[in-house]
């Protein structure tokens, strides 16, 4: 079949009306996406006092109005929650700076991690980069780039891909479908346990296989530094007047048991204060706080009730502590 000029400049134009198309829609359908909405409550709420930044489990397990409640702020001037679901620390750095930028400028820095996040390399492909973490590819992403690693390859790729909304959020389309496929695969079977970020049972497969593995992963994290997107938030937090807070959150007591009791997290734990606590970064082993399982969602989160524990907790040990250090300065400058 012989096509003409205009045929093939026809659908050609065609195509690329309907990319165009595709671009807008998913442009717009994205607009209130989870990073978006968070971007969003930065901008309105400038005279935020704590500032939260995190993964999902200080998502999940910070409680603005428990915390605001034990520390005794006043209206208007407490506690937020900027924590972003199934993030790295490259993302959570973005989170602070876009917060500064947007003229707030809390007095506390609360990061909250679990396991060997603050060590592990961050080495990213473009297939990554979808869901939450799309945010690499709109908020500084030149900056953000000095941070992870991506082969010459996906650079390439992630050069073009940013410019389009329908690569940038694909994800968001593809967890439709995904949700769809999962509610027809339910039908005639036991329902399976959800909660706001998706399968319970999926997060049992972020754990370690077993002790042995996570001692030998733990002895090489001890022998090096954090990683940078870790010393920038230290770095960042502290030039913008605000205390920085390390929070090992709160985990199950079999995660307790089987890991964070064992001589090569201690041995750990100690080689992170070493090195932030020099700095005035105040770190708090949280991991112990709840011991009830049924306060957890899942292998790793919170649930509402065990949030508000944990919140209430937190907010009242951070205002102890002010309170001690007003009345002893000295012990408050043996931290800096």
């Known amino acids: 079949m012989i096509f003409s000029k205009s045929q093939f400049y026809y659908s050609l134009g065609a195509l690329l009306v309907i990319l165009l198309a595709l671009n807008v829609a998913v442009a717009y359908t994205t607009r209130d996406s989870v990073p978006r909405r968070q971007m969003a409550r930065a901008r309105h709420e400038p005279d935020t006092t704590v500032l939260a930044i995190g993964n999902s489990l200080i998502g999940a397990g910070f409680d603005e109005s428990a915390f605001d409640h034990a520390m005794r702020l006043p209206p208007g001037r407490g506690s937020l929650n900027l924590a972003l679901g199934g993030s790295s620390p490259v993302e959570q750095l973005l989170f602070l700076r876009y917060a500064l930028r947007n003229q707030i400028r809390p007095g506390m820095i609360v990061y909250g991690f679990y396991d060997l996040q603050l060590s592990t390399p961050i080495h990213f492909a473009t ?82 296989s077993n002790a042995e593995k996570f001692a030998q992963a733990c002895e090489r994290a001890t022998s090096v530094d954090l990683v940078s997107p870790v010393a920038e938030i230290v770095r960042q937090g502290a030039e913008a007047g605000a205390e920085i807070v390390f929070v090992e959150m709160p985990m199950p007591p079999a995660h307790v048991r089987s890991f964070y009791g064992t001589p090569a997290w201690e041995k750990y734990r100690e080689h992170v204060r070493g090195i932030v606590e020099p700095q005035g970064v105040r770190y708090i082993d949280a991991s112990q706080w709840i011991d009830d399982v049924s306060l957890f969602h899942d292998a790793l989160h919170l649930e509402n009730q065990g949030a508000v524990q944990f919140s209430q907790r937190l907010g009242e040990y951070l205002r102890n502590a002010k309170r001690l250090e007003t009345q002893n300065p000295d012990a408050a400058s043996s931290r800096r």
């Open 127 to 208: 297939a990554d980069l979808i869901g939450n973490r799309a945010v690499l590819y709109y908020l500084e992403p030149e900056y953000a780039r000095k941070f992870y690693y991506l082969s010459l390859h996906d650079r390439v790729e992630f050069e073009i891909m940013r410019h389009f909304p329908i690569a940038v959020d694909r994800g968001a389309f593809w967890a439709k479908v995904e949700r769809a496929r999962r509610v027809i695969g339910q039908q005639g079977m036991p329902l399976e346990r959800t909660n706001q970020f998706g399968r319970a049972d999926d997060f049992s497969l972020l754990e370690w």
